[in-house]
T-cell receptor, first 112, second 113 residues
Framework: NAGVTQTPKFRVLKTGQSMTLLCAQD?????MYWYRQDPGMGLRLIHY???????AKGEVPDGYNVSRLKKQNFLLGLESAAPSQTSVYFC???????????FGPGTRLTVL | DQQVKQNSPSLSVQEGRISILNCDYT??????FLWYKKYPAEGPTFLIS?????DKNEDGRFTVFLNKSAKHLSLHIVPSQPGDSAVYFC????????????FGTGTRLKVLA
Protein backbone atom coordinates (compact mmCIF):
# COMPACT_ATOMS: atom_id res chain seq x y z
CA ASN A 1 0.00 0.00 0.00
CA ALA A 2 1.29 3.42 -0.95
CA GLY A 3 -1.14 5.11 1.47
CA VAL A 4 -1.78 8.75 0.55
CA THR A 5 0.39 10.21 -2.18
CA GLN A 6 0.58 13.78 -3.45
CA THR A 7 1.80 15.08 -6.78
CA PRO A 8 3.87 17.20 -7.23
CA LYS A 9 6.10 17.54 -4.16
CA PHE A 10 7.29 21.03 -5.05
CA ARG A 11 6.09 23.69 -7.47
CA VAL A 12 6.87 27.31 -8.21
CA LEU A 13 4.22 29.35 -10.01
CA LYS A 14 3.97 32.89 -11.22
CA THR A 15 1.03 35.03 -10.18
CA GLY A 16 -1.96 34.27 -12.37
CA GLN A 17 -0.85 30.80 -13.45
CA SER A 18 -3.03 27.80 -12.80
CA MET A 19 -2.23 24.34 -11.55
CA THR A 20 -3.76 21.18 -10.15
CA LEU A 21 -2.54 19.24 -7.15
CA LEU A 22 -3.32 15.55 -7.16
CA CYS A 23 -4.02 13.46 -4.08
CA ALA A 24 -4.38 9.70 -4.44
CA GLN A 25 -5.16 7.05 -1.82
CA ASP A 26 -5.24 3.28 -2.20
CA UNK A 27 -7.03 2.46 1.06
CA UNK A 28 -10.58 2.70 -0.28
CA UNK A 29 -11.29 5.61 2.05
CA UNK A 30 -14.51 7.54 1.69
CA UNK A 31 -13.44 10.87 3.19
CA MET A 32 -10.71 13.06 1.76
CA TYR A 33 -9.49 16.49 2.80
CA TRP A 34 -7.25 19.28 1.56
CA TYR A 35 -5.42 21.42 4.13
CA ARG A 36 -2.89 24.19 3.94
CA GLN A 37 -0.25 24.94 6.54
CA ASP A 38 1.37 28.33 6.90
CA PRO A 39 4.22 29.30 9.25
CA GLY A 40 3.08 29.70 12.85
CA MET A 41 -0.38 28.41 12.08
CA GLY A 42 -2.17 25.14 12.37
CA LEU A 43 -3.57 23.27 9.43
CA ARG A 44 -6.58 24.94 7.86
CA LEU A 45 -9.21 23.04 5.90
CA ILE A 46 -9.68 24.17 2.31
CA HIS A 47 -12.20 21.65 0.93
CA TYR A 48 -13.27 18.16 1.77
CA UNK A 49 -15.20 15.26 0.29
CA UNK A 50 -17.27 12.57 1.97
CA UNK A 51 -17.55 10.38 -1.10
CA UNK A 52 -17.05 10.06 -4.82
CA UNK A 53 -18.73 12.92 -6.66
CA UNK A 54 -19.22 15.06 -3.54
CA UNK A 55 -17.25 18.07 -2.32
CA ALA A 56 -17.77 20.78 0.29
CA LYS A 57 -16.09 23.97 1.45
CA GLY A 58 -13.88 24.17 4.49
CA GLU A 59 -12.53 27.17 6.38
CA VAL A 60 -10.50 28.79 3.61
CA PRO A 61 -11.99 27.76 0.22
CA ASP A 62 -11.59 31.03 -1.70
CA GLY A 63 -9.33 30.77 -4.73
CA TYR A 64 -9.48 26.97 -4.84
CA ASN A 65 -11.66 24.40 -6.55
CA VAL A 66 -11.78 20.65 -6.08
CA SER A 67 -13.09 17.57 -7.78
CA ARG A 68 -13.59 13.96 -6.72
CA LEU A 69 -14.52 12.11 -9.88
CA LYS A 70 -12.97 8.87 -8.66
CA LYS A 71 -13.05 7.61 -5.10
CA GLN A 72 -9.29 7.29 -4.89
CA ASN A 73 -8.43 10.76 -6.22
CA PHE A 74 -9.05 14.24 -4.86
CA LEU A 75 -7.84 17.14 -7.01
CA LEU A 76 -7.18 20.67 -5.78
CA GLY A 77 -7.11 23.39 -8.43
CA LEU A 78 -5.80 26.92 -8.37
CA GLU A 79 -7.27 28.81 -11.29
CA SER A 80 -5.26 32.00 -10.88
CA ALA A 81 -2.50 31.66 -8.32
CA ALA A 82 -1.76 34.50 -5.90
CA PRO A 83 1.25 35.00 -3.58
CA SER A 84 -1.11 34.48 -0.62
CA GLN A 85 -1.47 30.87 -1.77
CA THR A 86 2.18 30.18 -1.07
CA SER A 87 1.92 27.37 1.46
CA VAL A 88 2.41 23.70 2.14
CA TYR A 89 -0.62 21.70 1.09
CA PHE A 90 -1.57 18.43 2.74
CA CYS A 91 -4.11 15.92 1.62
CA UNK A 92 -5.66 13.46 4.06
CA UNK A 93 -8.05 10.55 3.88
CA UNK A 94 -10.00 8.37 6.25
CA UNK A 95 -12.68 5.74 6.43
CA UNK A 96 -15.91 7.12 7.77
CA UNK A 97 -14.36 7.99 11.13
CA UNK A 98 -13.98 11.14 13.08
CA UNK A 99 -11.04 13.18 12.04
CA UNK A 100 -8.51 12.96 9.20
CA UNK A 101 -6.35 9.92 9.96
CA UNK A 102 -3.88 9.49 7.09
CA PHE A 103 -1.95 12.37 5.57
CA GLY A 104 0.12 12.66 2.44
CA PRO A 105 3.68 14.00 2.51
CA GLY A 106 2.68 17.48 1.37
CA THR A 107 3.20 19.76 -1.63
CA ARG A 108 5.27 22.89 -1.14
CA LEU A 109 3.90 25.60 -3.42
CA THR A 110 5.52 28.98 -3.98
CA VAL A 111 3.72 31.69 -5.92
CA LEU A 112 5.93 34.54 -7.09
CA ASP B 1 -9.98 34.20 17.09
CA GLN B 2 -8.03 31.06 17.80
CA GLN B 3 -10.49 28.47 19.05
CA VAL B 4 -7.83 25.85 19.70
CA LYS B 5 -4.68 27.08 21.40
CA GLN B 6 -1.36 25.49 22.09
CA ASN B 7 0.29 28.16 24.18
CA SER B 8 3.71 26.54 24.44
CA PRO B 9 5.53 26.77 21.13
CA SER B 10 8.30 24.47 22.35
CA LEU B 11 9.15 21.98 25.07
CA SER B 12 12.36 20.15 25.98
CA VAL B 13 12.34 16.95 28.00
CA GLN B 14 15.00 14.48 29.05
CA GLU B 15 14.84 11.01 27.55
CA GLY B 16 12.91 8.63 29.78
CA ARG B 17 10.93 11.38 31.49
CA ILE B 18 7.31 12.37 30.91
CA SER B 19 6.37 14.86 28.19
CA ILE B 20 3.17 16.82 28.74
CA LEU B 21 1.74 18.79 25.84
CA ASN B 22 -1.20 21.06 26.47
CA CYS B 23 -4.10 22.31 24.42
CA ASP B 24 -6.90 24.72 25.37
CA TYR B 25 -10.09 25.38 23.52
CA THR B 26 -12.78 28.00 23.74
CA UNK B 27 -15.84 26.39 22.17
CA UNK B 28 -17.82 24.23 24.58
CA UNK B 29 -19.52 22.57 21.60
CA UNK B 30 -16.31 20.76 20.63
CA UNK B 31 -16.90 17.08 21.33
CA UNK B 32 -14.06 15.20 19.68
CA PHE B 33 -10.34 15.83 19.88
CA LEU B 34 -7.29 14.40 18.16
CA TRP B 35 -3.52 14.62 18.52
CA TYR B 36 -1.06 14.40 15.67
CA LYS B 37 2.72 14.25 15.42
CA LYS B 38 4.60 15.84 12.55
CA TYR B 39 8.20 15.42 11.48
CA PRO B 40 9.84 17.99 9.18
CA ALA B 41 9.01 17.57 5.49
CA GLU B 42 6.39 14.90 6.26
CA GLY B 43 2.65 14.90 6.68
CA PRO B 44 1.08 14.72 10.14
CA THR B 45 0.61 11.31 11.72
CA PHE B 46 -2.50 10.59 13.78
CA LEU B 47 -1.62 9.57 17.35
CA ILE B 48 -4.68 9.35 19.55
CA SER B 49 -8.18 10.74 19.93
CA UNK B 50 -10.74 11.27 22.65
CA UNK B 51 -14.46 11.84 22.72
CA UNK B 52 -16.00 14.30 25.14
CA UNK B 53 -17.85 11.46 26.87
CA UNK B 54 -14.49 10.27 28.21
CA ASP B 55 -11.86 11.98 30.32
CA LYS B 56 -8.95 9.72 29.44
CA ASN B 57 -7.78 7.57 26.57
CA GLU B 58 -4.61 5.51 26.49
CA ASP B 59 -2.60 3.93 23.69
CA GLY B 60 0.77 2.54 24.62
CA ARG B 61 3.06 5.36 25.73
CA PHE B 62 0.47 8.00 24.80
CA THR B 63 -2.37 9.12 27.06
CA VAL B 64 -4.76 11.96 26.40
CA PHE B 65 -6.64 13.62 29.25
CA LEU B 66 -9.70 15.80 28.75
CA ASN B 67 -10.97 18.31 31.30
CA LYS B 68 -14.23 19.62 29.88
CA SER B 69 -14.93 22.11 32.65
CA ALA B 70 -11.55 23.73 32.05
CA LYS B 71 -11.75 23.25 28.26
CA HIS B 72 -8.32 21.73 28.40
CA LEU B 73 -6.70 18.60 27.07
CA SER B 74 -3.23 17.26 27.44
CA LEU B 75 -1.11 14.57 25.82
CA HIS B 76 1.25 12.62 28.05
CA ILE B 77 4.12 10.65 26.58
CA VAL B 78 5.77 8.22 28.97
CA PRO B 79 8.62 7.44 28.71
CA SER B 80 9.79 10.02 26.21
CA GLN B 81 12.17 8.85 23.51
CA PRO B 82 14.41 10.82 21.12
CA GLY B 83 12.24 9.63 18.22
CA ASP B 84 9.33 11.53 19.80
CA SER B 85 11.03 14.81 18.88
CA ALA B 86 8.53 16.42 16.51
CA VAL B 87 5.79 19.04 16.34
CA TYR B 88 2.55 17.99 18.02
CA PHE B 89 -0.83 19.36 16.97
CA CYS B 90 -4.16 19.06 18.72
CA UNK B 91 -7.39 19.37 16.77
CA UNK B 92 -11.07 19.63 17.64
CA UNK B 93 -14.22 19.12 15.62
CA UNK B 94 -16.37 22.21 15.51
CA UNK B 95 -19.67 20.37 15.49
CA UNK B 96 -20.25 16.66 15.30
CA UNK B 97 -20.52 15.48 11.74
CA UNK B 98 -19.26 18.66 10.08
CA UNK B 99 -15.84 17.14 9.28
CA UNK B 100 -14.33 20.54 10.05
CA UNK B 101 -11.46 20.17 12.47
CA UNK B 102 -9.75 23.20 13.94
CA PHE B 103 -6.05 22.68 14.52
CA GLY B 104 -3.85 24.32 17.11
CA THR B 105 -0.59 25.97 16.08
CA GLY B 106 1.57 23.14 17.39
CA THR B 107 4.18 22.52 20.07
CA ARG B 108 7.69 21.50 19.12
CA LEU B 109 8.90 18.74 21.44
CA LYS B 110 12.59 18.02 21.77
CA VAL B 111 13.59 14.91 23.68
CA LEU B 112 17.16 15.13 24.85
CA ALA B 113 19.26 11.96 24.95
Amino acid sequence: NAGVTQTPKFRVLKTGQSMTLLCAQDMNHEYMYWYRQDPGMGLRLIHYSVGEGTTAKGEVPDGYNVSRLKKQNFLLGLESAAPSQTSVYFCASTLPSRGPRFFGPGTRLTVL
Amino acid sequence: DQQVKQNSPSLSVQEGRISILNCDYTNSMFDYFLWYKKYPAEGPTFLISISSIKDKNEDGRFTVFLNKSAKHLSLHIVPSQPGDSAVYFCAAETTSGTYKYIFGTGTRLKVLA
